[in-house]
């Protein structure tokens, strides 16, 4: 439980197991979104240019086809990007990144420099 002394820290109220049980919710949310091994590293893709789904492939060499169509799904439904279809011939179809997605970029700051610094106190022998 993420408590400091009779304080629920994620609500900073007096601890009462629900709530702090229930304040959990949108940080489960939150994760879910950009949760697994492969949704960061499609943002990071977008993020550096690569707008076609063979070029997001190519720059994520071991993610499979099938993968990275699910992936893009999920983000396209949680408004983090954008799919476009262009009409052909051929068909051409583009993903952008969506202005909300900026929205995680502090977060994920943090968790890298988190990463960074857990990596190191790993490092180091007890």
């Known amino acids: ?10 609500i900073m109220e007096p601890h009462q197991p629900t709530h702090c049980l229930s304040a959990l919710i949108p940080l ?7 949760n697994g ?3 960061l590293q499609i943002l990071v893709s977008l993020y550096t240019g690569h707008s076609r789904f ?6 994520i060499p071991i993610i499979s086809a099938k993968v ?11 408004q983090l990007i954008q799919r ?3 009409a052909g011939p051929p068909v051409a179809v583009s993903y952008q ?6 929205t995680l970029d502090p977060i994920i700051f ?8 857990h990596q190191a106190r790993q490092a180091v022998p007890q």
């Open 68 to 78: 990275l169509a699910k992936e893009l799904k999920d983000l396209e439904a949680h």
């Open 1 to 10: 439980m993420l408590t400091f002394g009779k304080h629920c820290l994620l």
């Open 28 to 34: 489960r949310a939150a994760l879910s979104v950009i």
């Open 37 to 39: 091994k492969w949704k």
């Open 97 to 102: 990144v969506q202005p909300y997605a900026r």
């Open 84 to 86: 476009t279809v262009q």
């Open 54 to 59: 063979g070029d997001i492939k190519a720059s």
């Open 110 to 117: 943090q968790l890298r420099d988190w990463g960074v610094q």
